[in-house]
């Protein structure tokens, strides 16, 4: 995931793990209660489109889940994480590997529209600190590039989506069999 702060962008790294369990959600990182509702928002998504993205639905009633957000002592909040926690909780339950220079942002609704965030700059320009090849971005924040320096523009790709599936489908790895120790559902 991307991420404002005071001193420029960053990327945070979204973690998903499942238990044997019965629905439980635990999210922990030192979230604020906005993080913590897109993190909700998320998995409802990925619940009601499970089919579709190839996971059996069944599957939940089976689990608890724990999503974590590492670097607990700094606060997070605001909704910008929503992409990023979906696709996480997408690969955990298909078992394909999210790109690993790939990163994105953007805020999630209920019935996978994704809508636009701030920070675009700094969130850009801390991916390519970080050494991110392709950044995924919500479609009304494609005018946001303006800003970015053109040499950072022309190192990177981006890639824009109005819906949560578009950005799951460019983050989860194409051809990659299932992460080991995880089952293709």
């Known amino acids: 995931g991307l991420v404002w702060t005071p001193v420029g962008g960053d990327i945070i790294f979204i973690e998903s793990t499942r ?12 979230l ?12 409802s998504w ?20 724990h999503i974590h957000v590492p670097a607990g002592a700094t606060p997070k909040d605001g909704p910008s994480a929503g992409v990023a926690i979906a696709t996480s909780l997408a690969s955990l339950f298909t078992g394909r590997p999210i790109q690993s220079t790939v990163a994105m942002t953007g805020e999630i609704t209920l019935r996978g529209r994704v809508l636009p965030v ?3 700059k700094e969130k850009v320009i801390g991916a390519h ?5 392709t950044v995924i971005l919500p479609e009304r924040n494609e005018k946001d590039l303006e800003e970015i320096p053109e040499t950072i523009r022309d190192e990177m790709t981006f890639r ?26």
């Open 160 to 185: 824009f989506a109005g819906d949560v599936r578009e950005v799951v489908e460019l983050a989860l790895c194409p051809e990659c069999e299932p992460a080991e120790g995880s089952e293709k559902r």
């Open 129 to 133: 600190r970080a050494g991110i090849e």
């Open 19 to 30: 238990m044997r369990g019965k629905q439980g959600l635990l999210i922990t990182g030192s």
């Open 32 to 43: 604020g209660d906005v993080m913590k509702e897109s993190a909700q928002a998320a998995l």
């Open 46 to 65: 990925v619940r009601a489109n499970a089919e579709s993205l190839g996971i059996d639905p069944e599957e939940f009633a089976k689990w608890d889940l």
């Open 118 to 120: 701030g920070g675009v």
